[in-house]
């Protein structure tokens, strides 16, 4: 199918949808409307699960809330409903940013546990509080106007209902697209890369809460305003677990697939509630039991959901091709032999291994300097140190004139180190040039807002630019589209290269950037090391390949069981009699 | 609040407390072993209490069922996976592991349903029909994404939670039961009143937490348990087999979770779906152990039990608020200790 196709189809799901209340009746779009309703809360799920890599099963809470909120206002205090959702969203983003702000540093399974417990506790509340009518919920709330227009008719709040799912779902799909839109995606997998680039993690984590939470509420805004009753049973776990699956079930890997559970869990419900009562008496139950099969099957066999299967046959979607755009801006290096980055008496102990002894060394601006040693003698644990990765335990690490000791991996990343792991850490399910552009990050500015409004579209295209360099510049720009997780492991090693140097470092730390590359490919990658050079970029790398190592670097710093041994031209190394001995047992 | 009233909560708290320990305990020794963060534990609780109930009501207990259902998708699983795999000869021995032994209890409560046994008898066999749910559901659910992500392996049961609450209400209806007293003694120390029901209950945790330890420390069993939750790699490469110890751990903890069941069952009306809340409430003691530590989740649980004693006298409706919003500073606290770990796992997707 081609992408006009596509574009028609796209333009028949709209006109159909917006005619439906011409030609369905009113049961389906009753139907319809709390599809839109669920689905806003899942596209927040999709968000949250599929690409932050955070689960919740609480969203239903912040339905609640926004629900109760306005139900409470408009009824109560007899305001417009208008000022009711900016209330209710305005409650539910600071629940969201206090609960967010305890719990999202816990990662893994803890944040899901919590939303399970919050998620009740907000239920029993609501049951219990006078003022929200107990378990008899508050009635009469009033339906919303524009201008004269009412939206009481089922018909009518349709309208509004899809209007605001799709701009939602185009918001969301922009903000992905854009430079913290791609920190989200990169939260998958693992913070430690994720911090070295200079992206906090926790604020990434916390923004991209809130922002599921805001798409509740407004779910909740409009559910209170098109039943024009609330009570807490439609807030409860249960609905809350129900959203987790409609994203899991519809695609949490995918935009739509928030709509698609939706829809389908919807309907499942539905006609479960038609078919099961004729064959046993104890429906309600069978609903349940058949409804837990089909999670836990999912879960077994199509953990993807149905959007990968329904994406066969939907066209992919456009590849631009990169357009050269101007530069970003560059940092000024520090002047060629000017001390950039000193190591002195660091320490690291892991429980009794002495990993890091007493181990200093400099390095100047503009040198190429090679940290070798047998496996084991400390020298991954040494740049873990130096970027921030690890603590030291004693010593002191200054870079540029800067004491950045404990800095963190941000700061560090700030300063101008950029790095590559000695365990690739990328995002496999990620293109390569989204790969490189995580690079770009401290280099770019645009927020969650101009992301989400593609105003951030001409800074935008300079990082695509940049980084379709970078990934030329190390030679595997044949396309840039390619998953990550396509690539054989050497070139994953340059992958991680280029997006270090998208970052424009003044020091670039390599560990093992050469493993697994063939010799033709070792030779490219020694060039493009010597011109980095001249640029007047310093570069510090591990390297097991020795004659790699002599024949690049300026000067060696040899470590042995934690300790280093010694420091000298590649010459002088070679003739050392220490090091042989380090490398080949004792020649006597 | 007087001393008096006080302290008659602090003894109320450590009596439920208790029962939290046990069912923790079990939480902490499935997930350390099996990475899953087993959700609806507190269902097989309640489901030992309600087996007992019917017992003692001249009922056949709906575990009958519940047990015979799951045993039969066990075996087409078990049965299905071994002829996949070319390994037909082992098919029987599957069969005789997931289908005969857990129908053995059941067989027997089905033919002495309606008779009026003893409680010596009635107690074992409530237990032994409650036991096999957990290594059923574990052979059922969960083996086949051993290999998957801790969030996964939540979420999964997390939806086996929806199921079983659901053949909960199929097999036990939803009226609430509560069982005859086991004890009812009423112990004076002084101005202090403690039933012996309490005591039951305080001796049966210690008891069984002290039984566990040893299990752990001077069985090979045992080890192999602590080995596979320290490192699941390793554990296999020495030739502990991971099917195995999942069992062990399911069977472990379901037994733990059957004698909380027998504990509880006199000292409140249970339904259904009861254990959801109790197994949350563990579940946040285990939380304060960070859901690795045996004394900690000990101490979480008790301390969870205390908390629920004083705030049900301080207004009974939000005990359940205060109980599960406790776990938003324990968590905090927790965030703030525990150094941020690098987790490769946190992938939904396969």
């Known amino acids: 199918m081609t992408r006009r196709a596509g574009t028609l189809l796209a333009i028949a799901a709209i006109v159909l949808l917006a005619a439906a209340p011409f030609y369905v009746a009113s049961f389906t779009i009753t139907l319809l409307n709390y599809i839109g309703?669920?689905?806003?809360?899942?596209?927040?799920?999709?968000?949250?699960?599929?690409?932050?890599?955070?689960?919740?099963?609480?969203?239903?809470?912040?339905?609640?809330?926004?629900?109760?909120?306005?139900?409470?206002?408009?009824?109560?205090?007899?305001?417009?409903?208008?000022?009711?959702?900016?209330?209710?969203?305005?409650?539910?983003?600071?629940?969201?940013?206090?609960?967010?702000?305890?719990?999202?540093?816990?990662?893994?399974?803890?944040?899901?546990?919590?939303?399970?417990?919050?998620?009740?506790?907000?239920?029993?509340?609501?049951?219990?509080?006078?003022?929200?009518?107990?378990?008899?919920?508050?009635?009469?709330?009033?339906?919303?106007?524009?201008?004269?227009?009412?939206?009481?008719?089922?018909?009518?709040?349709?309208?509004?209902?899809?209007?605001?799912?799709?701009?939602?779902?185009?918001?969301?799909?922009?903000?992905?697209?854009?430079?913290?839109?791609?920190?989200?995606?990169?939260?998958?997998?693992?913070?430690?890369?994720?911090?070295?680039?200079?992206?906090?993690?926790?604020?990434?984590?916390?923004?991209?809460?809130?922002?599921?939470?805001?798409?509740?509420?407004?779910?909740?805004?409009?559910?209170?305003?098109?039943?024009?009753?609330?009570?807490?049973?439609?807030?409860?776990?249960?609905?809350?677990?129900?959203?987790?699956?409609?994203?899991?079930?519809?695609?949490?890997?995918?935009?739509?697939?928030?709509?698609?559970?939706?829809?389908?869990?919807?309907?499942?419900?539905?006609?479960?509630?038609?078919?099961?009562?004729?064959?046993?008496?104890?429906?309600?139950?069978?609903?349940?039991?058949?409804?837990?099969?089909?999670?836990?099957?999912?879960?077994?066999?199509?953990?993807?959901?149905?959007?990968?299967?329904?994406?066969?046959?939907?066209?992919?979607?456009?590849?631009?091709?990169?357009?050269?755009?101007?530069?970003?801006?560059?940092?000024?290096?520090?002047?060629?032999?000017?001390?950039?980055?000193?190591?002195?008496?660091?320490?690291?102990?892991?429980?009794?291994?002495?990993?890091?002894?007493?181990?200093?060394?400099?390095?100047?601006?503009?040198?190429?300097?090679?940290l070798i040693g047998p496996n084991g003698a400390g020298k991954s644990t040494v740049f873990n140190l130096i970027t921030g990765a690890l603590a030291s335990d004693d010593g002191k690490i200054s870079f540029l004139g800067q004491d950045i000791t404990r800095a963190g991996q941000r700061r560090i990343a700030e300063a101008g180190i950029a790095r590559t792991f000695q365990h690739v850490k990328l995002r496999p399910s990620m293109s390569l040039i989204d790969n490189v552009l995580l690079g770009t990050y401290l280099r770019t500015r645009s927020g969650f807002v101009r992301g989400a409004l593609r105003l951030d579209r001409a800074e935008e295209m300079r990082a695509r630019y940049e980084a379709q360099l970078q990934l030329k510049r190390v030679g595997i720009d044949a396309d840039p589209y390619d998953l990550a997780g396509n690539l054989p492991l050497g070139r994953q090693r340059i992958l991680e290269v280029a997006r270090a140097l998208a970052a424009d470092p003044a020091l670039i730390i390599l560990d093992e950037p050469a493993a697994g590359l063939s010799r033709p490919e070792k030779t490219a990658l020694a060039e493009l090391l010597r011109g980095l050079r001249k640029e007047g970029v310093t570069v510090l790398l591990v390297e097991h390949d020795v004659e790699f190592v002599m024949g690049l670097v300026d000067r060696i710093v040899v470590m042995d069981f934690g300790a280093k041994l010694i420091e000298g031209t590649p010459a002088a190394v070679r003739a050392d009699p220490r090091v042989q001995e380090a490398y080949l047992g004792s020649v006597a | 609040m007087t001393p008096d009233i006080g302290l008659i909560l602090g003894i109320d708290g450590i009596a439920t407390g208790s029962i939290y320990v046990l069912v923790g305990l079990g939480l902490v020794l499935i997930f350390s072993v099996t990475r899953v963060v087993f959700v609806p534990f507190g269902d097989i609780v309640a489901f030992s209490a309600l087996t007992l109930a019917s017992m003692q009501l001249g009922r056949m207990p709906g575990t009958v069922y519940l047990v015979a259902t799951l045993a039969i998708v066990a075996c087409l699983v078990e049965g299905a996976h071994k002829w996949r795999r070319g390994q037909k000869r082992r098919i029987a021995r599957g069969l005789v592991g997931y289908g005969v032994l857990p129908l053995i209890p059941a067989a027997i409560a089905w033919l002495t349903a309606g008779m009026d046994l003893p409680a010596g008898l009635q107690i074992p066999l409530a237990i032994?029909?409650?036991?096999?749910?957990?290594?059923?559901?574990?052979?059922?659910?969960?083996?086949?994404?051993?290999?998957?992500?801790?969030?996964?392996?939540?979420?999964?049961?997390?939806?086996?939670?929806?199921?079983?609450?659901g053949l909960g209400l199929l097999f036990f209806g939803p009226e609430g039961f509560r069982t005859k007293p086991l004890t009812s003694e009423i112990f004076r120390f002084g101005t202090v009143i403690v039933t012996s029901q309490t005591l039951l209950m305080v001796a049966t945790a210690a008891i069984f937490s002290l039984l566990l330890f040893l299990f752990f420390e001077h069985t090979l069993s045992g080890k192999a348990l602590r080995a596979t939750s320290v490192n699941r790699i390793g554990a296999r490469i020495v030739g502990i087999r991971p099917g195995s110890t999942a069992t062990l751990a399911f069977l472990l903890a379901s037994l733990l979770g059957a004698v909380s069941g027998i504990l509880i069952g006199p000292t409140t009306t249970l339904?259904?779906?009861?254990?959801?809340?109790?197994?949350?409430?563990?579940?946040?003691?285990?939380?304060?152990?960070?859901?690795?530590?045996?004394?900690?989740?000990?101490?979480?649980?008790?301390?969870?039990?205390?908390?629920?004693?004083?705030?049900?006298?301080?207004?009974?409706?939000?005990?359940?608020?205060?109980?599960?919003?406790?776990?938003?500073?324990?968590?905090?606290?927790?965030?703030?200790?525990?150094?941020?770990?690098?987790?490769?796992?946190?992938?939904?997707?396969?």
């Open chain 1, 37 to 370: 309703i669920y689905a806003l809360v899942a596209l927040g799920v999709v968000l949250l699960t599929g690409f932050g890599g955070l689960t919740s099963f609480g969203q239903a809470a912040f339905v609640g809330i926004a629900a109760y909120a306005t139900a409470w206002l408009t009824t109560v205090e007899g305001a417009s409903p208008w000022l009711g959702l900016i209330f209710a969203l305005a409650l539910t983003v600071l629940v969201a940013a206090l609960l967010g702000a305890v719990t999202l540093r816990l990662g893994g399974h803890f944040l899901p546990l919590g939303t399970i417990a919050w998620g009740l506790s907000i239920f029993f509340l609501f049951g219990n509080l006078d003022a929200l009518g107990r378990h008899n919920g508050i009635a009469g709330v009033p339906p919303i106007f524009v201008g004269s227009i009412s939206l009481e008719p089922t018909t009518a709040i349709y309208y509004l209902i899809w209007g605001v799912l799709a701009v939602a779902t185009l918001v969301i799909a922009n903000l992905l697209e854009s430079r913290e839109g791609r920190a989200i995606r990169s939260l998958r997998g693992g913070v430690v890369m994720v911090e070295s680039l200079g992206i906090s993690v926790f604020r990434i984590r916390l923004i991209t809460f809130i922002i599921a939470a805001l798409l509740a509420g407004l779910s909740g805004w409009l559910y209170a305003h098109m039943s024009r009753y609330v009570s807490p049973a439609p807030f409860d776990l249960r609905m809350g677990i129900q959203y987790l699956f409609m994203a899991i079930l519809g695609g949490s890997g995918h935009i739509l697939g928030a709509v698609v559970g939706a829809a389908l869990i919807t309907l499942l419900q539905n006609t479960l509630q038609d078919v099961l009562p004729h064959f046993s008496r104890n429906g309600e139950q069978l609903e349940v039991i058949v409804f837990a099969v089909i999670y836990v099957l999912a879960l077994q066999f199509a953990r993807g959901g149905v959007m990968p299967f329904a994406l066969r046959f939907l066209p992919s979607r456009g590849r631009s091709a990169i357009a050269p755009g101007a530069p970003l801006p560059r940092r000024t290096m520090p002047p060629g032999g000017t001390p950039l980055l000193t190591v002195e008496r660091l320490f690291k102990r892991f429980g009794g291994l002495e990993a890091v002894n007493q181990v200093g060394f400099a390095v100047n601006a503009g040198e190429i300097v090679g």
């Open chain 2, 128 to 165: 032994a029909l409650v036991v096999p749910i957990g290594p059923l559901i574990e052979r059922i659910a969960l083996r086949p994404l051993a290999d998957a992500s801790v969030l996964l392996l939540l979420i999964v049961s997390v939806a086996l939670t929806f199921g079983l609450s």
């Open chain 2, 271 to 350: 339904y259904y779906d009861s254990g959801f809340i109790i197994g949350l409430k563990a579940f946040v003691g285990a939380i304060i152990g960070g859901l690795v530590s045996y004394p900690g989740t000990a101490l979480g649980a008790i301390f969870i039990g205390m908390l629920e004693s004083f705030a049900s006298y301080w207004n009974s409706a939000l005990k359940e608020v205060v109980v599960f919003s406790v776990l938003i500073p324990v968590m905090l606290w927790r965030s703030l200790s525990l150094p941020q770990v690098d987790e490769e796992d946190a992938e939904v997707e396969g």
